[in-house]
């Protein structure tokens, strides 16, 4: 009888051990595929600095910047937007500041709209 639990515990051990194995394949897959996602979102974002260095003046730099520093993913769509302009040759480079100003306010959501009611 001692013998058939042995069996039975060994082969537990052994899907158990399995089961481990797989987990861990998969969670290795997982993370090299994270790493290399990370990497070509870094390597984008390095191709769109270097973009807005030639396609913006130092002061439309500074004003995306701070921007950015404000709202990263509103500068991030600004960024994207200025490269569609580029390409479709909508303005000569370098885009100045006041020219960033007007498309940053044409791509702002208004303000002024908003209403309050008072019940």
């Not at 481990?20 to 990497?39: H, M, P």
């Not at 937007?81 to 370098?94: A, Y």
């Amino acid at each position: 009888m001692s013998t058939s639990h042995d069996e039975e515990l060994a082969i537990l051990r052994e899907q158990r051990r399995a089961a481990l194995q797989q987990q861990l394949e998969a969670q290795a897959t997982q993370q090299a595929e994270a790493e290399v996602q990370a990497q070509q979102a870094q390597m984008a974002a390095a191709q769109l600095d270097t973009a807005m260095r030639s396609l913006l003046s130092n002061d439309a730099r500074s004003r995306l910047a701070t921007v950015a520093m404000a709202t990263p993913t509103r500068a991030s769509s600004i960024k994207q937007t200025i490269v569609q302009l580029h390409n479709e040759g909508k303005f000569t480079p370098p885009m100045s500041d006041e020219q960033l100003k007007q498309l940053l306010l044409s791509q702002s959501k208004s303000r002024r709209s908003a209403s309050i009611r008072r019940i």
